[in-house]
């Protein structure tokens, strides 16, 4: 049974939107500047959605004085779009939302202990209450009136592409026609802090792949696409899910393995559930970083599995930053359009190829290629590699 895309819905530091995602794509309009939306010491430039919480409240009608994560914001502004896209019912008994996070309603738990911290008399329990990862999947379900089958995914920044395999999976195994699938992430202060702790934030402009890079930008956003069977498509669908695999190497809680054997595993497995061979792939969608770490061991795997004939490849980080668990989310509605629209994205900032490796990705905008099949990959701590492939589809 095959899968196809229906609907797409984006939201990111680059634009609330489809086609404001991709205007500032083609103009090269990255999303990186000052931290607004909290108070720190940190000096990084990170990638924010350019709307605050009251104002996402009042562009999704929802009451002012009601508690809302910044992640549950963000998700439903996306999913909105993406169900809105897919003309699809909500009410329908056999469709399902599968949402995947990182940090959760973290921004919210932070408000409350600095409240608590002051005064354990004060704080709003309910923000304590949309900590829970679920909590986010939760309303944003219930925002869109989606009854059928709601689950959570954090499997940290592999997430939102393991919800769009369990998606997959779910409609091929005759559980549900439709899904919709992707992830949420807000930026808050643990989220920094923690990365600053690891020593991989760049405190500059990040530059994935160059043999300058230095760390990642972070960043926020959601992503979600709407999946439905063949016979449960009834609009042309903007490509095909043909393939997927996760691959759990355990190398390091925080790291890739140094010959990226998790990412060529994840890779190669989804190639060969696709039944497509490395040659087939026209364009990568890497996962791409700006880490030291990351991209040298995702470059060596693009090495070891498609040899002297690496198609071309660039990371979209440098417009969005590094948005968790919704990476994956933001990432795969990129690369549906991508073979929808017959788009390569430019990777920002390269200057000169990473030493001893040698691999220079796209730096320009290009589209109205022929492109048939997109390779997109997803690597989270603790060795959790995911990729997915999407392909052109016949009419039906």
Do not use: W
């Amino acid at each position: 049974m095959k899968v196809y895309v229906t609907g797409l819905g984006v939201v990111s530091g680059i634009g609330l939107g489809i086609e404001e995602n991709m205007a500032s794509m083609k103009m090269q309009k990255h999303g990186m500047d000052k931290i607004t939306l909290f108070s720190t010491e940190l000096d990084v430039p990170v990638s924010e959605v350019k709307q605050n919480n009251s104002e996402l409240k009042e562009r999704l009608s929802l009451p002012a004085k009601k508690s809302y994560s910044r992640t549950a914001l963000l998700g439903m502004l996306a999913a909105k779009e993406a169900l809105l896209d897919a003309q699809i019912d909500p009410a329908s008994s056999r469709i399902g939302f599968i949402s995947s996070t990182s940090v959760g309603g973290m921004d919210l738990s932070e408000h409350f202990y600095s409240q608590f911290k002051e005064n354990n008399n004060r704080g709003k329990l309910r923000e304590i209450i949309s900590h829970d990862c679920g909590d986010s999947t939760e309303q944003i379900a219930e925002y869109l009136g989606l009854k059928g089958f709601v689950t959570t995914i954090s499997t940290a920044c592999s997430s939102a592409a393991n919800a769009i395999m369990l998606g997959a999976r779910l409609i091929k195994s005759g559980y549900l026609d439709t899904v919709i699938v992707g992830g949420t992430d807000a930026l808050c202060k643990f989220t920094l802090n923690g990365f600053n702790s690891l020593m991989i934030l760049d405190k500059v402009h990040c530059r994935p792949f160059d043999d300058s890079r230095a760390g990642l930008n972070l960043g926020e956003g959601a992503g979600y696409l709407v999946l439905q069977s063949e016979k449960d498509c009834h609009k042309k669908p903007y490509c095909e899910l043909s393939g997927y695999a996760n691959a759990n190497e355990a190398y390091h809680q925080t790291g890739s393995s140094p010959e990226g054997d998790g990412p060529f595993l994840s890779m190669s497995q989804a190639l060969v559930s696709s039944q497509l061979l490395p040659k087939d792939v026209d364009y990568i969608n890497v996962h791409g970083t700006g880490t030291p770490s990351n991209d040298f061991s995702e470059s060596k795997a693009i090495k070891r599995l498609f040899g002297n004939q690496i198609p071309p490849f660039s990371s979209v980080k440098a417009f969005i930053g590094h948005a968790l668990g919704a990476s994956e989310g933001i990432e795969a509605v990129y690369s549906a359009l991508s073979v929808s629209r017959g788009i390569i994205y430019p990777n920002l900032n390269f200057r000169k190829p990473i030493e001893g490796i040698g691999l220079s990705p796209e730096t320009t905008f290009k589209e109205g290629l022929p492109i048939k099949h997109v390779l997109s990959n997803s690597f989270g701590f603790g060795g959790n590699n995911s990729s997915l492939l999407f392909s052109t589809t016949q009419k039906i």
